[in-house]
């Protein structure tokens, strides 16, 4: 069974600081997705990496995929309160199935 | 361009009863995707549909069920409800097979088994 390993669980930290949010397998993705998710709605795409090595940034984010294609990671510069919510990522696999991590529940205290 | 819609937003039943969750993907798409998300975790994957046909399963049992109509829009029925069940309920569509682009969640229908 493939497993997306996704760390921290939580995270609480206050404004203006700096994260950074882990998602490992032993396994190979073809390309690897982030989302964020606010209470009460659907998780929201924020970005698809496909290339082993590829960093992609999207304002005070930036996203990473591993060399191996194995392992990803999002880190938050400057962490603001409307950065709160539910940050999830998901791994295409070979058979087209997206595996998906269990989500880092991310609090910006004012 | 619409969205992914499901309906109700919000479903209350009592524990032995049926729910039907409903949901249309964006037009173009052809692949609808089924989730299952407990209180504050992560997704469980159901079902996926493609074509009209059911391409995948999670590890849910039989009582989890659905299909996808020639209009690409598809149904999750849940028979025998128990109360773990109550969750929210999320659909996803994507342009069909391997294509994640585009790969759209909607608002989710929230289900309450009393």
């Known amino acids: 069974t493939q497993l997306l390993e996704q760390s921290p669980q939580f995270l609480s930290i206050q404004e203006g600081e700096n994260l950074t949010v882990y998602c490992n397998s032993s396994?190979?993705?073809?390309?690897l997705q982030w989302y964020r998710q606010e209470p009460g709605e659907g998780p929201v795409l924020l970005v698809t990496?496909?290339?082993g090595g590829e960093v992609k940034k999207l304002k005070r984010l930036t996203f990473q995929f591993g060399d191996a294609r194995k392992d990803s990671s999002l880190h938050i510069t400057a962490a603001q309160p409307g950065d709160t919510g539910l940050y999830l990522c998901?791994?295409?696999?070979?058979?087209?199935?997206?595996?998906w991590g269990a989500g880092t529940k991310l609090i910006i205290k004012p | 361009e619409a969205g992914v819609t499901q309906s109700p937003t919000h479903l209350i039943k009592t524990r032995g009863q049926q729910a039907t969750l409903r949901c249309s993907p964006i037009?173009?798409?052809?692949?609808v995707y089924w989730y299952q998300q407990a209180l504050g975790l992560g997704l469980q994957f159901l079902l996926w549909?493609?074509?009209?046909?059911?391409?995948n399963r999670g590890n849910f049992p039989p009582r989890f069920s659905g299909r996808q109509f020639p209009n690409y829009s598809s149904e999750l029925n849940v028979n025998a409800l128990e109360l773990e069940d109550s969750a929210l309920y999320l659909c996803?569509?994507?342009?069909?097979?391997?294509?994640?682009?585009?790969?759209?969640f909607g608002s989710g229908t929230r289900l309450t088994v009393v």
């Open positions: 998901a791994g295409l696999n070979s058979n087209y199935q997206l595996i």
């Open positions: 396994s190979v993705f073809s390309s």
């Open positions: 990496v496909v290339t």
């Open positions: 037009s173009g798409h052809t692949s």
């Open positions: 549909y493609d074509e009209g046909e059911e391409r």
């Open positions: 996803a569509s994507s342009p069909g097979t391997g294509r994640i682009d585009g790969y759209t």
